[in-house]
């Protein structure tokens, strides 16, 4: 009965069957020891487990070995999470990852002084250490907890671990003053955070209550003042500037025709206000000129991250670069319009390249002490970190090149801060 044609057949089915489950057997044991760093494919919309080159750099750069303890319950731990911790440690050998069970060891929570669910990343060599709680990587929608349900609305695994790494290894912590007393806006809470992950610190200053700027000011901001400065506030700011100090302004919609005090210290770094708006019809927001896309001129460390070259700006006013007061100030241009651009006010419209960001750097030198460079930041619009256009439009490079402008103060700083990931659907369009 086993000599039969259907017996022969039979017998190869089975025999093809058990092979071909002996090689899957084979092929996931095989695949199953690869580390889980690579098991994983990216197939997000928005990419979220893609780290970029600023963290590679910061990683690759690596002297000190990290440890990564994460205070949670493996299993129980969201699927983003696992996967991009595994990711972002195998980019650095200098890493060692510890997954600690809080529910079998509790007294893990007391040892770390912190709570379950936190990531406690410490450095041996510098002392320093800091935690990450998983609510900062995956961002809550708090609106969605009205309708009974929990959603999360972006997800900052990269940016909140390369803080920290950064943070443990590194010694440097700058000091930025923001001036009020003037009308000035308030920093939105998109570029806080990211100030926060570069190791910086924010404190308001009124000047008018000042006789000098604190000693540990690193950078004095001004954002978007709608009232001039008086002669006092002035002489203040000269001063710092001369001693080597750094200050950076952002114009509001009050043009420097109407700030004359403010506008004779810019003029005295050779830089000059063009009177009304700016329109750039070549380089405009679906034909709307006001609402203009930079040419951007970023060179050492203001290009750093930059890569699509799109950043938005609107209700600009215009800059022109002149002859400084001295020969020790050098002045250049980092952002332009077009040769198309307009200066537009009620009466006129005057054509030309107007300026939208300069910078100003002079070097002061001493006999008793060795020679230091003051450096003057003007943007002509404070819509660059307007939180309307940073949050809408996420494929911008707004707030780098902010960024990159605030860090180019301090020496020896890299912009380490990285913005979170949307989570939300995106539909095709028509």
Not at 52 to 73: E, N, Q
């Amino acid at each position: 009965m086993f000599h039969t044609s259907g017996t022969k057949h039979g017998s190869y089915s089975v025999g093809m069957t058990v092979l071909v489950v002996a090689v899957m057997i084979v092929f996931n044991l095989v695949v199953g020891q690869i580390p889980e760093a690579y098991r994983n494919i990216d197939v997000s919309s928005t990419k979220i487990y893609d780290i970029s080159d600023t963290s590679k750099d910061l990683l690759k750069g690596l002297d000190d070995k990290i440890d990564m303890k994460v205070l949670a319950v493996k299993d129980e731990t969201d699927d983003r999470i696992t996967t991009f911790i595994s990711k972002y440690a195998a980019l650095s050998d200098k890493i060692k990852v510890e997954w600690i069970d809080p529910v079998l060891h509790p007294s893990a929570l007391t040892e770390y002084n912190t709570s379950q669910n936190t990531i406690y990343v410490s450095c041996e060599a510098t002392g320093k250490s800091t935690t990450v709680s998983f609510d900062k990587i995956l961002v809550s929608d708090y609106s969605s907890y009205y309708s009974g349900s929990s959603s999360y609305t972006s997800f900052d695994g990269e940016g909140q671990l390369s803080s920290a790494v950064n943070y443990v290894t590194s010694d440097v912590q700058k000091k930025i003053y923001t001036v009020t007393g003037h009308g000035e806006g308030s920093l939105s809470t998109t570029i806080t955070d990211l100030m926060t992950k570069n190791n910086y610190t924010t404190e308001e200053l009124n000047l008018l209550m000042k006789d000098s700027i604190p000693d540990d000011c690193d950078l004095l901001l001004m954002d978007g003042p709608t009232n001039d400065l008086s002669d006092d506030e002035v002489s203040l700011l000269s001063g710092y500037l001369g001693e080597g100090g750094k200050v950076m302004c952002l114009l509001g919609d009050t043009g420097l025709d109407s700030l004359p005090k403010l506008a004779g210290l810019l003029k005295d770094y050779g830089i000059e206000g063009a009177d009304g708006y700016i329109a750039d019809p070549q380089r405009c927001y679906q034909n709307q000129p006001y609402y203009i896309f930079p040419v951007l001129n970023l060179s050492g460390d203001m290009a750093d991250g930059i890569s699509s070259q799109m950043v938005l700006l609107m209700n600009s006013r215009g800059l022109t670069t002149t002859d400084p007061a001295r020969d020790t100030i050098t002045t250049s241009a980092f952002m332009t319009t077009s040769e198309q651009a307009y200066a537009v006010t009620e009466e006129d419209q005057k054509q030309g390249t107007y300026d939208l960001g300069v910078v100003a750097t002079e070097t002061i030198s001493s006999d008793s002490t060795e020679s230091k460079e003051s450096r003057l930041t003007v943007i002509s619009a404070g819509s660059l970190i307007d939180q309307q256009i940073t949050d809408a439009f996420s494929q911008l490079e707004n707030t780098q090149v902010f960024m990159n402008a605030v860090t180019a103060n301090f020496d020896g700083v890299k912009n380490i801060s990285i913005e979170p990931k949307s989570l939300s659907v995106e539909y095709n369009t028509v």
